[in-house]
């Protein structure tokens, strides 16, 4: 398929005419054709007044229908072939393996809601029949179903060329909804985008759909990003990003005339607590680990380990050489912007030359460009505790150890962070008295607890939560990935004393989609 350099709206392909993009390949530098030209205003509100007029028919469209488009879309994004995958690492410098097993789970996101779609549990569906001899009142006739909100504009994230952009988690789970999607995309894999974008496109197309369900738009962010943002027809954001631009984003919808919700995804350093009889009896194998983790994909991942807390106490000499030992022996990575390289590169150095912390390996240099270099660097509780910056996320391989004295300290620590996507705890059993009086604390602050694990890895499944407080997340009670996510995109709605013909199908009494119906307080799969 020919790269076009264009927009879509709808199911036409349109020329921007404001500045100009050209991916860039970071393992290069070099411009990569075609050049991409900004939409404005005017395509924003086209590709807007499109979803709008989409919206209701396609919210009404049958179960089946709205699965089967999601499959189509999956399948029309396999159909593009190697030519999807070599655009994608030429864009990210990401290796021929990444890219691929993204593809399968950009795929995989949108075969899972075709199945949440068909169960229909999300719809959530009660029913408190009518109890008209009810004393001293009667009870009217109740029913509830979750409904779309309206169109949703989804921004593409940088790390993510596939699975958190045009087809990604946001916008599988705002389309499962019911909801129209317009697509802002990344500015960093323009090429990649138009490609998926015209798969999601030839879908609506197949599906019979109304064409609005589905644009693409590029252009800097004041142009493009604000402009939606602030569009009455678009009535929720999902967002993968800076803190800066999540924020950003949350002002602009805050200040509408009508605010809409924005759930961003933005700043995380997914903190690893090592318990001492851990530390004691495995600092070799749990530090070898944690480089592993840290190194994946040049730690451009949204659950890096970039904190780790420890007991200065017995293995933790063993600890700290092993991790200097590993990160030594760290290859570089290409990072997958210059502008992300130069972000790495600033955090390093904010690091390096704060004299409360100690440099204690890094990976060796390369004169190739944009190209991250771990680094491992090691302070004490009172110093990470008195200086707010040592909290900052460095986006790429790179890590704050913590050396505590006692558990009350590593408490200390933990109530002291931020809200996190995930937080791991590295433990024996000897360790559970221990750990008892940590987790009720991690559970406030993150989405995601793990044991003895490592926090890079996000399943895409019914239980995954990838969330949490702020400034992890804006909105702590949802994720971005897993089944849940879907119920970003719906509200409720009650109707009361409605006669059968006019009842949405999902609270009938007859059940005909055969979904999970809460009736008078328990739960039937009758139809």
């Known amino acids: 398929m020919q790269i076009s350099g264009h927009m879509l709206i709808g199911q ?10 050209r991916a860039l390949n970071p393992a290069t530098n070099e411009l990569l054709e075609p050049e991409f030209l900004g939409g404005d205003q005017q395509h924003v509100d086209q590709a807007a007044d499109l979803a709008w007029q989409a919206f209701d028919a396609y919210r009404a469209v049958s179960v089946e229908q709205r699965a089967a488009f999601l499959e189509c879309i999956a399948d029309e994004i396999l159909a593009l072939g ?38 229909g549990k999300f719809v959530d569906a009660r029913i408190d029949p009518a109890m008209p001899d009810r004393a001293p009142l009667p009870r009217s006739d109740l029913r509830f179903q979750k409904i779309p909100l309206g169109p949703v504009a989804v921004f593409g994230a940088s790390n993510f060329p596939l699975a958190f952009s045009v087809a990604g988690g946001d916008t599988a789970s705002a389309l499962a909804a019911g909801c129209p999607v317009i697509v802002k995309a990344h500015s960093a894999h323009p090429g990649t985008s138009e490609l998926v974008g015209r798969a999601i496109q030839a879908a609506v197309k197949k599906c019979s759909l109304p ?27 999902g967002f993968t990003g800076s803190r800066n631009g999540g924020v950003a984003l949350m002002n602009i919808a805050a200040n509408r005339p009508e605010p809409i919700p ?7 350093i997914n903190p690893v607590f090592v318990m001492p009889n851990k530390l004691a009896q495995q600092a070799k194998s749990v530090a070898t680990g944690f ?15 970039g904190m780790l807390v420890m ?19 760290l290859t570089t990575q290409t990072m997958l912007t210059s502008g992300i390289f130069q972000a790495y590169c600033d955090g390093v150095n904010a690091l390096a030359s704060n004299d409360k912390v100690t440099l204690l390996a890094k990976a060796p240099s390369s004169d190739a460009p944009n190209q991250c270099q771990a680094h491992v660097f090691v302070t004490d509780a009172a110093a990470f505790l008195s200086d707010k910056s040592l909290e900052n996320e460095v986006f790429g391989s790179n890590s704050l150890i913590i050396k505590c004295q006692n558990i009350e300290e590593y408490r200390t620590v933990a109530e002291h962070l931020e809200g996190q996507l995930t937080a791991t705890i590295q433990m024996e059993e000897s360790d559970v008295a221990a750990v008892a009086t ?25 239980a995954m939560v990838h969330g949490g407080p702020f400034p992890a997340t804006s909105d702590s009670r949802s994720t971005s990935v897993g089944s849940a996510a879907i119920d970003r995109f719906v509200r409720p709605v009650c109707y009361q004393d409605f006669p059968e013909a006019l009842m949405p199908l999902s609270v009938q009494n007859a059940n005909p989609l055969s979904i999970p119906q809460l009736v008078d307080g328990v739960l039937t799969m009758k139809g």
């Not at 999807?84 to 995989?108: D, Q």
Request: hydrophobic content about 45%; aromatic content about 4%; proline content about 4%.
């Open 12 to 21: 036409h392909s349109v020329k921007g005419h404001k500045k100009a993009i």
């Open 82 to 119: 190697d030519a999807l995958v070599e655009r994608a690492m030429a864009e990210s410098g990401l290796p021929k393996a990444r890219i691929e097993g993204e593809r399968g789970r950009t795929m995989g996101q949108l075969r899972m809601f075709a199945s949440v779609v068909r169960m």
């Open 211 to 237: 064409e609005g369900v589905f644009s693409l738009l590029f252009g800097a962010g004041a142009d493009v990003g604000g402009t939606l943002v602030s569009h009455p027809h678009i009535k929720a954001v």
């Open 262 to 268: 924005v759930y961003a995804e933005m700043s995380s």
């Open 291 to 305: 480089v592993a983790s840290l190194a994946m994909g040049a730690g451009q991942f949204c659950t890096n380990p």
């Open 311 to 329: 007991l200065d106490g017995e293995g933790a000499n063993e600890f700290l050489a092993q991790v200097a030992a590993d990160t030594a022996a």
């Open 438 to 462: 940590l987790l009720p604390i991690l559970e406030r602050k993150a989405g995601r607890l793990l044991c003895n694990g490592y926090p890079t890895g996000v399943e895409v499944c019914q």
